[in-house]
């Protein structure tokens, strides 16, 4: 079985400055991994996904995140955050053949202050 | 674009009632599935389905029941509801070839409690 762990449960930034969302997974095989976002009173929109090659991969909004193995790692970046980024974000995980079958982790509250 | 339609937004039930959270979306997705979320928790997965006639049981199916009659629809099920039942319910659904890269689409929700 797979697990998520966001290290952050609320992150407070200022407007302009930059952002990093941390999260650790483990897993015994191989496993897909993405962020989600869900802005206040809707639902989840992917935000970006890794599925293989390049580790660093880009995200709407201006997002990326960047895939360690290693560290069995997943961290969200920023270089610049809006006050529209205020959302809730998930990390998840998904085993290569587990069909959607998403594992959440317990989500980051991002808060952007003017 | 309805895309995943969920209903109904907000409901309060006694305990031991039962009720039905409807589901539908009008991608023609073959895959769809129910999470729910509690705070602090993230999403947990009660059940899916990979087309019409087909369901299985997510990671907390527990007193919880799902039909897929059709490709649209995925309605779930409560039967005597708990206070621990109380939580937000999200449907989702992904094209076959989506699925497979874990790109949801994802209803607004549907809020429940029980008192």
């Known amino acids: 079985a797979q697990s998520v762990t966001q290290l952050d449960s609320q992150v407070p930034v200022f407007e302009e400055a930059p952002v990093e969302l941390r999260c650790n997974y483990s897993?015994?095989?191989?496993?897909?991994l993405f962020w989600y976002v869900q802005y206040p009173n809707q639902g989840l929109q992917l935000l970006l996904k890794?599925?293989?090659?390049?580790?660093l991969v880009k995200g709407i909004n201006g997002f990326e995140a960047e895939f360690n193995k290693s560290q069995t790692s997943f961290h969200l970046r920023k270089p610049s955050v809006h006050i529209s980024d205020t959302a809730e974000y998930f990390c998840?995980?998904?085993?290569?053949?587990?069909?959607?079958?998403?594992?959440f982790g317990q989500g980051t509250i991002l808060t952007v202050h003017p | 674009n309805a895309g995943v339609t969920q209903t109904p937004k907000f409901r309060i039930l006694k305990i031991g009632q039962s009720m039905t959270l409807q589901c539908t979306q009008d991608?023609?997705?073959?895959?769809m599935y129910w999470y729910r979320q509690d705070p602090g928790m993230g999403l947990k997965l009660i059940y899916y389905s990979v087309g019409a006639g087909i369901t299985d049981k997510g990671e907390v199916p527990n007193g919880y029941n799902v039909s897929r009659s059709t490709t649209e629809d995925f309605p779930l099920r409560l039967e005597l509801a708990a206070p621990s039942q109380t939580s937000v319910y999200f449907c989702?659904?992904?094209?076959?070839?989506?699925?497979?890269?874990?790109?949801?689409?994802f209803g607004e929700g549907s809020r429940l409690t029980v008192l």
């Open positions: 991608m023609n997705h073959n895959y």
């Open positions: 989702a659904s992904s094209p076959r070839e989506g699925a497979g890269t874990g790109e949801l689409f």
């Open positions: 890794y599925l293989s090659g390049s580790t």
């Open positions: 998840a995980v998904q085993r290569g053949t587990s069909y959607g079958k998403l594992t």
């Open positions: 897993s015994s095989v191989s496993v897909y």
